[in-house]
């Protein structure tokens, strides 16, 4: 039906409003209403608080945390995350009684180094692996504030040229390899500039491989890296030594967890209290010593 040229409608859209109005309001009071206390739970949002029993973990009561296997030292002890022995197990363990979870409540998950910052959903509370922070990490999942302080180190088979380097200056003239994309390549880039470019791998194993085969004749790793590829994978090479820190930020390692989790501000509390009240200097002391003294090239 047309309206007719020249007359109004608004006195009919008044009415409409007005009805449409009161049908709303009706609506409205005949629907369930949020509780005032209701908590949010999306993803993401912070613990009300962090209080054992408070904690949204992956199991009512525990703490699961995951990491890989093998389990390889310094990091764990015997190949097992369980025995709180190795530095990473200490750390755990040290996170898990800060957040008010005895060691009899901590359930140890296996997840390969790769799969544990991937996108997806996860498994486990956090996980603790040697995985360094990254903002390209820190897309698909959260971490913790740094428990480790990273440094990068150059490995050499032990009757190598490169071996015998005790500065910067001495590995200028060496064919030195690392994984693309990484801190490692930067380091030979910027903190070395070698007269021979750089060879780059695809993958840590690929520069390994290198190495044994001698394509190289150093490459550079982080320095825990150095330690479990040297006593290993090849245990016929040398630590030659690690480099200084570049810039005013260290590479750290992380605990992983979850994108979003609301576990991640309690974590990182637990990580800031153990290094404020000098936990995990002790720790790294009696695990990493041997990192910690390997001699550092100028």
Known sequence: MHAVPGTSRAPHRAAYAAAAVALLAVAVGCAPQPEDNASDKASGSAQESCAKG?????TTGKLTIATDKPAYEP???DDDPAGGEGF???VAYAVAKQLGYDKADVVWQTVPFNKAFAPGEKTFDFDINQVSISDERKKAVDFSSGYYDVRQAVVALK???AAEATSIDGLKDVKLGAQVGTTSLAYINDAVKPREDAAAFAKNDQAKSALKNGQVDAIVVDLPTAFYMTAAEVTDAKIVGQF???GGT?????????KGSALTPCVTDAVDALR???TLAGIEKQWLSDAVGAPVLK
């Not at 408070?54 to 992956?58: N, R």
């Open 250 to 258: 260290p590479e750290q390692f992380g605990l992983v967890l979850d």
């Open 276 to 278: 404020e009240d000098g």
């Open 159 to 161: 009757d190598s040229k």
């Open 75 to 77: 990091w764990f002890k």
């Open 244 to 246: 200084e820190n570049r």
């Open 54 to 58: 408070e904690l949204s973990t992956e």
């Open 88 to 90: 990473e197990s200490a």
